[in-house]
Structures are given as C-alpha cells and as structure tokens.
T-cell receptor
C-alpha cells in the first residue's frame, strides 16, 4: 500500500506568489517524522523542512512552512514568495519506527517569471 | 565541511557485468542509507547501516545486490550480473544519529545505465 501520496504530478506558480504542494500519508504508528526534500535538475536531494508527529506547532523554515493536519494525515508544503530557483521536483517523505524512509512520487514545480 | 560524495557519478555497464558504487558519508555520521531512484519516481529504500552494522536490507531487490560498510564510514553498493532493470540513480544518504527525527543528507547519486 502506498504510504505517501502526492497527487499533483506538476504545478505552476507565478514568481513571488505562494504555492501549496499536497502530501497525504498513511501510518498506524503514533510516532513518525515527515520530511520535504527538493530535487533540482542537477539531481541532489536538498532537505527543506521536518515535522514530528508529536510537534504541536507547524514547522517553518524561512519561506517554507508545513501545514500539518494530523487527523487528516496531511503534511502540505507551503512555499511563500516563489522564486525562479524554486523550480524543481519536490518529494514528501515519512519515517516511522523503522530505518527506511518512504518517499512519494513527487511534484514538479515550475515557477513562471 | 564536505557533504556526502559518491563515485562514479555515471556508470555504463553491459548486461551481466558487476558494478561497485561508492559512498563517502559526512564524517562522523552514524547512519548510512542507500536508495534507488528510477526515472520519474521517488527514491526507494534499499538498505541501512548503523556504523558498520547492516541493520536493514529489506529493500534490496534481489540477492544480486550487496552492500557493505566495513569500517563504519565508506560504503560500497555492489550489483552482480547487472540487468537492464537495474538502470537507475543510486543515492546514498547519511545522518548523524539513528533517530528518525534527523534529516538525511544526500549525495549527488550515481546514474547507472545497463545496456
């Protein structure tokens, strides 16, 4: 069964606008961590933001924030004030009690000038 | 400091050849992960090391895949008798601690093409 679902294969956003990338997850483990990574065309995976399942507040890192809705099992990434350099693949991932991290299929974000 | 490095960056192998992919994690990082990323997909977990101990190899797709980290630092992923379906980018990641709350730092990957 798919643990991480990213339903938007591609998204477009105008430069300087905000964009939300969707992520839903499936787990019965009460303790888990959620991550977002950016993968530019060069291929490296760049860590953006982390949310723990017991964290009371939504995580924020600069222009990135995570809209964590635990009851809905969603962890959407919000990018404010989009920049041309934000164009990339974005992956949502989850790590439960084990060692493996499960990734979604990704969303390709294109920022238009 | 230096990040995670991987070599070679690109590898072309004829079907049936053996390949070895190297990962140099960030110095002092306890955890090391290998992932396989097929074109247009998210990374898929292959195996996990805590220091020199391979604690999880549940993601290795067949017994042709073998990984080691003998001294708890550099790791090698070996694929024997490569098949076309092994063509993918192989990503290595390291993390300072085993705890799931820590992010993983990824290397640039090795793109393997099996012809």
């Amino acid at each position: 069964a798919q643990k991480i679902t990213q339903t938007q294969p591609g998204m477009f956003v105008q430069e300087k606008e905000a964009v939300t990338l969707d992520c839903t997850y499936d787990t019965s483990d009460p303790s888990y961590g959620l991550f977002w990574y950016k993968q530019p065309s060069s291929g490296e995976m760049i860590f953006l933001i982390y949310q723990g399942s017991y964290d009371q507040q939504n995580a924020t890192e600069g222009r990135y924030s995570l809209n964590f809705q635990k009851a809905r099992k969603s962890a959407n990434l919000v990018i404010s004030a989009s920049q041309l350099g934000d164009s990339a693949m974005y992956f949502c991932a989850m790590r439960e009690g084990g060692y493996d991290m499960r990734f979604g299929a990704g969303t390709r974000l294109t920022v238009k000038p | 400091g230096a990040g995670v490095s991987q070599s070679p960056r690109y590898k072309v192998a004829k079907r049936g050849q053996d390949v070895a992919l190297r990962c140099d994690p960030i110095s002092g990082h306890v955890s090391l992960f290998w992932y396989q990323q097929a074109l247009g997909q998210g990374p898929e977990f292959l195996t996990y090391f805590q220091n020199e101990a391979q604690l999880d190899k549940s993601g290795l797709p067949s017994d042709r895949f073998f990984a080691e980290r003998p001294e708890g630092s550099v790791s090698t992923l070996k694929i024997q008798r490569t098949q076309q379906e092994d063509s993918a980018v192989y990503l290595c990641a390291s993390s300072p601690w085993p705890d799931k709350d820590y992010e993983q730092y990824f290397g640039p990957g090795t793109r393997l093409t099996v012809t």
